[in-house]
């Protein structure tokens, strides 16, 4: 269990919070700039927005221009008047309840300054970037507990606030609460507090699908953990006795993935409610719909018949300048799994059952914080996302997909930080892993300001 926080780590946190909370000031402020010079790409935010009427409601206007964008649409639509088209059920309902929440209470006062419209998007904006300053803390925490090295943990923290999914952050999107649920998971997991863990894995599946796949590290702490000790162990416990507790190990962990996974439920069960029984005039042939008579899901649905997601669908000529969009964080993503694989190959090919330690590998290499045992469960999550993100999604969205992915920010840090890396370069010189860290450095600056510039102004990519 890792320690408790001592002076210092908590005013590491201070730090961290401040500089979350300055990045996205500067994000806010470079999009409201670069709204007021350069014309939108697509025009229709205005006609869903109230029309000006005090100098209050011009200036919530003009953030709204620059934060209701793409999805956001989506999510101010449900806030606003709950799921009445077929397609809003691919966003899920626990952001747009937070915002109609907080509308109704702590912002109802400003109802009569900027209208009720405003006072929904200024909710979203809220609570998106305060669940950025909190995710980028506990991100701080989850490294501190898992990699065993504090400073790693700080420049991943730091990382983590200048991510190339910059603006998604701080606009009405679920990226920065889905983060701050995950990682908050994450951090009760590594403190042992699975039943917490597993009502929080819940919220996050109100929030994005994926929230599901991280109930996975139930199964390697609670499965997965014993029996990799039992391998290594030289005392082995009588063997019934073993096997009736990891039987006993294996039961809990999937009461706890069932309650991880009844936000997802709760939510298709509704959606098929609504959808098959109480909105029979918006969808004329329901009797077609596979969720309607089958096993199929909503969102399943929803995403495949609406937005053509599925399996290798991406693949067309038309889709090559989003590949391309995509390159930097999938070669991020590659090499920072090749770097961990090769540190200790036998590790990664048996769940961590045996190691290259043992027959005296380069403990060096092996001593370094991104490279150890703990990490393990992260990169096979990593790489199953990896895998989905560019097969099955839209994958010009991956900046964001893994902007929840704790890995991605460690092994930055990792590169940034100067830590000996299989993957930094072919020669493993000093010039290459010095271009490799300024590589590093500039795409999270510089794609995440670009994104900043594009998205307030509606331009491509969402």
């Known amino acids: 269990m890792p320690a408790p926080p001592t002076g210092s780590t908590r005013g590491r946190c201070w730090d961290v919070a401040k500089y979350a909370g300055m990045s996205r000031l500067a994000a806010l402020l470079l999009g409201y700039v670069s ?23 011009g200036i919530a206007r003009r953030l709204a221009h620059v934060v209701v964008r793409w999805d956001a649409f989506y999510f101010k639509h449900i ?13 899920f309902p626990l952001l747009p309840l937070v915002m109609r929440v907080f509308a109704r209470t702590a912002l109802a006062p400003l ?5 009720p419209q405003l006072v929904l998007v200024l909710a979203g904006v809220l609570v998106s970037n305060a669940c950025f300053v909190l995710a980028s803390v506990t991100l ?40 701050y649920l995950v990682f908050s998971a994450l951090l009760l997991v590594t403190r042992r507090r699975y039943a917490w863990a597993a009502v929080v894995l819940c919220a996050s599946t109100l929030c994005r699908a994926n929230g599901v796949v991280y109930a996975g590290f139930f199964w390697w702490d609670l499965v997965v953990q ?24 294996a039961a809990r962990a999937t009461a706890l993935t069932a309650v991880a996974a009844l936000g997802f439920v709760a939510f298709q069960a509704l959606g098929r409610r609504m959808l098959c ?29 609406y937005w053509d997601v599925g399996f290798m669908r991406y693949y067309t000529p038309n889709q090559i300048p989003n590949f391309a969009l995509a390159v930097p964080m999938v070669v991020l993503a590659l090499c920072g799994i090749w770097a961990y694989v ?17 027959a005296g590998a380069n403990g060096a290499q092996l001593g370094s914080a991104y490279l150890g045992d703990s990490l393990l469960p992260h990169m096979y999550l990593w790489v ?48 290459g892993r010095s271009w490799w860290r300024r590589a590093v450095v500039w795409y999270f600056v510089g794609y995440g300001m670009a994104g900043v510039v594009l998205f307030s102004n509606f331009f491509p990519p969402a």
């Open 342 to 358: 090769v540190s200790d190959p036998v590790r990664a090919a048996t769940l961590g059952m045996r190691s290259r330690k043992a």
């Open 111 to 115: 109802d009569g300054w900027i209208g």
């Open 277 to 305: 029984h109480h909105q029979q005039a918006v969808i004329q042939n329901r009797d077609m719909r596979p969720y309607c008579s089958g096993a199929a899901t909503v969102y399943g649905f929803v995403q495949a018949h």
């Open 384 to 431: 199953l996302l990896l895998f989905v993100a560019v097969t099955t999604m839209h994958v010009q969205v991956i900046t964001r997909f893994f902007s929840s992915v704790p890995a991605v920010f460690w092994y930055a840090a990792h590169v940034v930080c100067g830590s000996a890396s299989a993957s930094a370069s072919a020669s493993g010189s000093d010039t």
């Open 226 to 249: 014993p029996c990799i000790w039992r391998q290594r162990s030289s005392q082995k416990p009588a063997a019934l006795r073993w096997f009736v507790g990891l039987a006993a190990q």
């Open 79 to 91: 806030a606003e008047a709950g799921y009445v088209y077929e397609q809003e059920h691919a966003f």
């Open 35 to 57: 709204n007021a010079i350069v014309s939108d790409y697509d025009s229709s935010a205005s006609l869903s927005l109230p029309a000006q009427s005090s100098a209050a409601q």
């Open 140 to 179: 701080y925490k989850l490294g501190c507990g898992t990699l065993r090295s504090e400073r790693l943990a700080y420049a991943a923290a730091l990382l983590f606030v200048l991510a190339p999914s910059n603006m998604f952050m701080s606009a009405v999107y679920t990226e920065s609460l889905f983060a």
